[in-house]
Each structure stands twice: as structure tokens, then as C-alpha cells.
């Protein structure tokens, strides 16, 4: 395996999760770059829906969260460009502060500090209506100069095949799919389909064992079984 880059690390939850969830995936990556060198945006169940319900506003309470942590790894590495890893809907956050553009009156400029963007089962193309706010936006944005500056890697994992006719698992899988794209009968994570995490810019990483949900006792993106798979990359 190639060595594993020891710049800096910050981790974005996915959509309606939390920061602890990913002390399990904060501690593996440990294991191959410093543990002061990782750390988790401080993101919260309530930045995802809002208090008062308001989940059209997540992105920019998530980014706030996304900018607080690359300060403060800036602050300890001031000469270092930092990482992100991003979990599913994470990633298209992390585009979003990464571009450096007005959205929903925010706007972040600290993406000269980051060098990396890993994404893990990120759907940057879906019907979903709060996560279509995000892509329309990225789409409306995104240059090829873009990834000139930041290197996106956009991991995936195509274990579990959806099909309304199927098993239990396939079944489920299928209407997962259906959301997020219009043809359910096709391979993913579990949750997200593979084919809508593929990113024309990015390099496009398909892994074969990992699930989506970052769930007790399962194999996910951010286990040592799963981080093993894409480690190359980060």
C-alpha cells in the first residue's frame, strides 16, 4: 500500500448525523497519521434539521461547523494544507464551503487551506429535494479549475444491488435507490447508488465491501475495514 499522506484531517458527518458517531472512523485513521492530526467538525443532530425545523438552512449551519474545525487545525499546523473526509451528504457541504461562493448568504474563503476533499458514498447527482438544493448549486459553480486547486476523490461502495423483486436486503436497497435517482435496479452501499457518487473532475473510487450507515457492529466507510479500502487515497 502507498504511504499515507500525514497532512492534517478533518471528518464531516453525513446528513442527520453527529460528530461522536465517527470517534470509532477518528481513531482508525489514528492508526496512520497522528491522533492530534484528525479531527471531527462539530456537527450536531439539530445543525442537520434546525430548531425551529428549518433542514433548507443545514448546509450553512454544517458548514459554520466545517469552518470552526479547519481554524483550529490551522491554528496547530499553520503550514499544512488540511484533508477533508466527508461521509454521504457531508461531501456536497464540503463542496459548497469549498467553492468559495454566496449560498444562502453565506460564504467561506479558507479553501486555499485545503488540499483534499474525500468524499465516502456522496450522491452528487439526486432527486432528493433538500440534497438537490446543495447539487444545483455545486453544479451551477463548479469549474474544471476547480480541481486544479483541490483534488476530490469521491469513494463508493457497489456491494449491494437493489431490486423490488429481490430479497429483503434488495428490496430495501431498491427503495433507497428510488430516491435518491429514478432507476432503483442498480448496485450501491446500501443507502446511496454507486453511480450517482461519480463526478466528472473527481477520481471516482469504487470499493467493494463497505456499507453506508455508520451503525454499530456493520462494516462501513469508517471502519477499519472499510477505511482500509480507500486509505490510498487520503
Known amino acids: 500500500m502507498k504511504d499515507v499522506s500525514q497532512n492534517p484531517v478533518v471528518i464531516i458527518p453525513g446528513v442527520l448525523f453527529w460528530d461522536t458517531l465517527y470517534d470509532t472512523m477518528k481513531e482508525v485513521l489514528a492508526g496512520y497519521i497522528s491522533k492530534e492530526r484528525v ?19 443545514s448546509t450553512n449551519r454544517v458548514m459554520k461547523a466545517v469552518d470552526r474545525a479547519v481554524r483550529d487545525m490551522e491554528k496547530k499546523f499553520p503550514d499544512e494544507p488540511v484533508t477533508l473526509v466527508a461521509h454521504s451528504g457531508g461531501g456536497t457541504v464540503a463542496m459548497i464551503y469549498l467553492l468559495e461562493e454566496l449560498f444562502q448568504g453565506d460564504v467561506y474563503h479558507r479553501a486555499r487551506r485545503v488540499s ?28 474544471k479549475d476547480f480541481f486544479e486547486r483541490c ?78 479500502q480507500w486509505i490510498q487515497w487520503l
Open 39 to 57: 479531527a471531527v467538525a462539530p456537527v450536531t443532530l439539530v445543525d442537520w434539521i434546525g430548531f425551529p425545523l428549518s433542514p433548507e438552512k
Open 116 to 143: 483534499k476533499l474525500v468524499t465516502l458514498g456522496t450522491p452528487f447527482h439526486t432527486y432528493e429535494h433538500y440534497a438537490k438544493i446543495k447539487t444545483d448549486f455545486i453544479f451551477s459553480h463548479l469549474r
Open 151 to 228: 483534488r476530490v476523490v469521491s469513494v463508493v461502495c457497489d456491494k449491494y444491488h437493489g431490486n423490488d423483486q429481490g430479497s429483503f436486503v434488495e428490496k430495501t436497497c431498491f427503495k433507497f435507490y428510488k430516491s435518491v435517482q429514478e432507476n432503483g435496479k442498480v448496485w450501491g452501499d446500501g443507502i446511496v447508488p454507486a453511480e450517482s457518487c461519480f463526478l466528472e473532475g473527481a477520481e471516482n473510487v469504487t470499493i467493494a465491501d463497505a456499507g453506508h450507515l455508520p451503525t454499530p457492529h456493520t462494516r462501513w466507510y469508517g471502519t477499519k475495514e472499510g477505511i482500509k
